[in-house]
């Protein structure tokens, strides 16, 4: 894609610091960090989300990940790891390349999760995961 930011990393078009370089993933530092050594994972080939990347492409890229979790959170002296990717713009995805961020996180950060988690109604549960199911 012509367009895509990404794809013009991978190509050296623009520069990013590179962490890893396979013949599939690529893989950089974020230039807007979360936190110290925020890495970001992509596919070499362009796909736009978790939808439509191959699986195959996706396996390596998780198995990549990984090895590169593990060497990010040392790295830094992280605490912990957070994985995270968004697909679709209400999820938060701006750049319509697949990605996968490794964010590191430290105690007393002031990062938190899941604001505005709820329950189920009664039966809910059970008819969203028949759903769900079904269309597996």
């Given amino acids: 894609m012509t367009d895509c ?15 890893y370089e396979d013949d599939t993933v690529f893989a950089f530092l974020d230039i807007h960090p979360v ?23 996706l396996a390596h890229t998780m198995v990549i990940l990984k090895k590169l979790s593990i060497a990010v959170k040392e ?8 994985i995270e990717m968004n697909n679709e713009p209400v999820a938060g995805q701006i750049i319509f390349h697949t990605h996968l961020h490794i964010v590191p996180r430290f105690s007393g950060d002031g990062f938190t999760h899941w604001h505005g988690a709820r329950d189920y109604r009664e039966g809910e549960a059970s008819e969203i995961a028949q759903k769900i199911s079904t269309l597996l």
């Fill in 5 to 19: 930011l990404f794809c013009k990393i991978v190509a050296g078009e623009i520069p990013a610091e590179r962490v």
């Fill in 35 to 57: 936190n110290i050594g925020h890495t970001l994972v992509i596919p070499k080939a362009h796909s736009t989300n978790l939808y439509d990347i191959p699986d195959d492409t």
């Fill in 75 to 82: 790295a830094v002296s992280a605490d912990g790891i957070n």
